[in-house]
């Protein structure tokens, strides 16, 4: 039996897939109401404005990162294992057919506006993001692990772009390899 999905749950959905496909901008209502089959006065009950979806989709994202991210370190013992599982699983994701860059550099290079609303969530996941790298690079050993923490941030967001511009053949391809050569320079 066809579980039956909510009509807000459609709209959010069907705006997610598009949004991370095409981009913010190149998606409006009408398309978002006309492939979820979901009429515009009832995605306009649940989501007053544009940008109301668009940062709900930036809140669940950074919501999907964070728990993908616990998912993805929980068996790695120590720091320098986090980071390495994170790096290793951020190249198996960027080299797929899937991934079309980060949804919080694509926000951000389409509503360079910082103070966007989409802008303003972007730019908190990163800083969330940074600090993380922070933590652990300090916690392995890192001499520096602001610098490392920055070197990684990098490299991580360097690996998406390539993804969204390039496709799964990207030079992300060595990402894994990239990240373990900084880390152990840095410890």
Known sequence: MKTKVAPKDKVFQTAARLFYQH???AIGVDTIAAESGIGKMTLYRHYPSKDDLIVAYLKDSDELFWNGFEQITKDAITPREKLLAFFQSLQDYVTTPECYGCPFLNVATEYPETDYPGHQVALEHKQTVRAQFR?????AGARKPDVLADQLFLLMDGAYMASRMFGPQNP????????QTLIDSAL
Do not use: D
Not at 135 to 139: G, P, T
Not at 172 to 179: D, E
């Open 23 to 25: 981009g913010y901008r």
């Open 172 to 179: 992300a391809a060595h990402l894994a390899a990239a990240a």
């Open 135 to 139: 933590q652990l690079a300090k916690e």
